[in-house]
């Protein structure tokens, strides 16, 4: 199945009218010619019909709020990170372009991947080859988008509108990027990595790539970056990048190609499709909300910075005065380390230290939880706030505003009513 | 029930003057402008008061969910609060919630420096008006007809004067200029990558050329450019409380409530 095809099936399934119905149907029905019409999933409902009556669901992500359906863009909602390890059927989804067949189909015929560019010696690896030859290496990793919490900006940034649950922690198999490189044997002059998939850009245009970005060469030899080809013990799914895909932990997920077929070593900081301009930029000095900031004064983003969910309860929650309120959530950061993660009930007047888990591995994220009682009744905030190893915490407001919204690490607040 | 009396304009034209709107007191203050740029009301009642949202929650609600099953609830319930004029026609009413066709409007700018002039206005003469009027002007309409008794009553006018809510399509509303959008943007992506975004029409005009420049969008001829970026500046623009966006000091860069 591609994009379309997923996303159908959830539609018709939503409501049976008009399952299956040409393009002539579609266009009488809403009274106007749809242009583009053949690039309408095929029995997918305009919407236009009901009030937009709902979004439709891509079958095996329940708990996700979609975003955009071309490209397939749906992110969790809180509560539903609760998970230490985030099940596949809960992990956000952010893609640039449209999946590769092989994807849907499953299929590994004509595939490889190639190691090239500034290396001594380039190789074409299949996926035996890589399961054969390298060590296995295995562990729990958060992906978050770069452009999570962009939804808090303002004036609002282009992109999508993530709130909080563009971040996911399962777990991965596969094989260090570092042991392939050293196979190849990266040159003195490696300045940096980029990789090339599989995936279409949106208007199909071959010349044209969705996404192409990479990692300086020392975040591609640190042991933590790797190669993945299974997620939480089953082959990648579709949707993350079936048949293999690269993940630099603490880095944006955008740094980690899905549907991955090439690494391309180079001598100069990699200029792929959102490489360049203010994709995944931020200004290198701060600037005050709305400025139109030079193309040139843009620089890279590479470690995000520390962050926090609460999973448990949910905003609105009414407690009892008299009970404990049990809370709960996950904190990491974009150096692996987290220290502390303490929680507030009078709007940042007092902090408690919340107990706070080892992580299962670096870069994985640390289960915290705490429990309060409230002194009368009434409103109530619960904030959470991570620290960092270097003594960094996420902030109370929405920190430095940058063009496209990105690094958004305020921290999240909870409402409570306290009867 | 308390009730205040709002006098309102259209761009300034006078000839709109009879409008009444009845608010209930504790909303007035939320309720004291709306969606529609067209439409400023001018508070009475209102002494030293500081504007504090031109733009009222209502209208923000109306703009901020059109989809599913809430549209018609938020849109009688912002016409309850911000729009009811009794005798209002219905074409009208459909503009003055931002819900219907579109109307040409101001460029915002220009809305903004007009409103904030408005503001200021409205504030002097309704304190000049109250100095003059003395107590009587709180019972009395201070246009008499068509003038609404109680907020209950202006609730069910609206209820019954309220339109069907404009379509959406994938988030889209299928306001005028919205076949242009089909026809130039959804090729590629979603109608909903674009319904999350709500920019200015600069910002917008940005992503034209962002979109012919990167991403495959064909040249647009002045004219289909210009219909485009009507249809969002229109239908796609900054929401209510994203309006100060020069002096981003003067608002809270955190949202006001924890709604994640």
């Known amino acids: ?419 | 029930m308390n009730t205040e009396r709002v006098q309102s304009r259209q761009d300034g034209d006078e000839s709109a003057t009879g409008v009444r709107v009845a608010l209930a007191s504790e909303c007035g203050l939320k309720a004291r402008a709306h969606e529609g740029q067209a439409f400023r009301p001018v508070f009475h009642g209102y002494l030293g008061m500081r504007a504090e949202s031109p733009r009222a929650s209502c209208g923000r609600e109306v703009a901020g969910d059109l989809s599913g099953r809430n549209h018609r609830r938020i849109a009688h319930r912002a016409e309850a609060l911000c729009f009811v004029r009794p005798g209002l026609q219905p074409e009208e009413t459909k503009h003055r919630t931002g819900l219907g066709s579109a109307t040409p409007l101001l460029h915002p700018w220009v809305g903004l420096a007009i409103r904030g002039i408005v503001l200021r206005v409205g504030l002097v003469a309704a304190l000049l008006l109250l100095r003059v009027c003395g107590a009587a002007a709180a019972d009395k309409p201070a246009v008499s007809k068509p003038a609404v008794k109680t907020f209950e009553q202006a609730n069910k006018a609206a209820v019954k004067n309220a339109k069907e809510p404009v379509q959406t399509f994938m988030g889209l509303k299928q306001n005028p200029g919205f076949e242009y959008v089909l026809a130039n943007c959804i090729g590629c992506h979603s109608p909903r990558l674009i319904a999350q975004h709500h920019l200015s029409r600069k910002r917008w005009e940005e992503t034209l050329v962002t979109m012919n420049k990167k991403h495959g969008l064909w040249k647009l001829s002045p004219d289909m450019k210009a219909k485009i970026l009507d249809y969002l500046a229109e239908n796609q623009g900054p929401l209510g409380d994203q309006e100060f966006k020069e002096t981003p000091w003067a608002q809270p860069l955190y949202r006001p409530n924890p709604i994640w």
């Open chain 1, 1 to 419: 199945m591609n994009d379309e095809e997923i996303l159908n099936d959830a539609a018709t399934d939503r409501r049976g009218f008009l399952r299956g119905a040409g393009l002539a149907a579609v266009s009488a029905a809403m009274g106007m010619p749809v242009p583009f019409a053949e690039h309408f999933p095929e029995g997918l409902i305009p919407v236009a019909l009901g009030q937009d009556g709902g979004v439709p669901k891509i079958p095996g992500k329940e708990g996700l709020r979609l975003l955009n359906d071309r490209p397939i863009n749906a992110e969790t909602v809180a509560t539903e990170l609760d998970d230490d390890i985030t099940p596949n059927s809960r992990h956000f989804v952010r893609n640039n372009g449209i999946m590769p067949e092989r994807a849907s189909t499953r299929s590994l015929d004509g595939w490889s991947l190639t190691i090239d560019g500034e290396v001594r010696k380039a190789l074409t690896l299949s996926m035996d080859d890589l399961e054969s030859r390298f060590k296995r290496h295995e562990a729990a990793l958060v992906i978050e988008c770069g452009g999570n919490g962009r939804a808090g900006y303002n004036p609002p940034a282009k992109g999508n509108q993530w709130t909080l649950g563009a971040v996911g922690c399962s777990k991965y198999a596969g094989v260090r990027l570092r042991d392939v490189l050293n196979a190849a044997g990266v040159k003195d002059s490696a300045v940096y990595i980029g990789y090339e998939s599989e995936d279409l850009h949106l208007s199909r245009d071959p010349r044209k790539k969705p996404i192409s970005r990479g990692v300086p060469i020392a975040k591609a030899l640190d042991e933590h970056t790797m190669l993945a080809w299974e997620m939480n013990g089953e082959p990648l799914p579709a949707l993350h990048g079936f048949p293999l895909r690269l993940i630099c932990p603490g880095w944006p997920g955008s740094t980690g190609g899905k549907w991955l077929k090439r690494i391309w070593v180079r001598d100069q900081v990699h200029d792929g499709a959102k490489m360049t301009g203010t994709s995944y930029r931020v200004p290198r000095y701060p600037v005050a909300p709305g400025t139109d900031v030079p193309e040139e004064d843009m620089e890279i983003i590479e470690e995000m910075p520390v962050k926090s969910i609460i999973t448990r309860p949910a905003s609105g929650i009414v407690a009892k005065r008299s009970d404990q309120l049990a809370l709960r959530g996950h904190a990491w950061s974009g150096s692996g380390d987290v220290k502390a993660v303490h929680v507030s009930l009078d709007f940042g007047q007092t902090w408690q230290q919340a107990r706070l888990r080892k992580p299962a591995n670096a870069y994985a994220w640390q289960r915290w939880t705490a429990s309060v009682t409230f002194p009368k009744s009434g409103y109530y905030e619960v904030w959470a706030r991570a620290t960092d190893g270097q003594g960094r915490m996420q902030p109370m407001l929405v920190p430095g505003w940058n063009p496209k919204g990105y690094l958004n690490n305020a921290m999240q607040r909870i409402a409570v009513k306290v009867v």
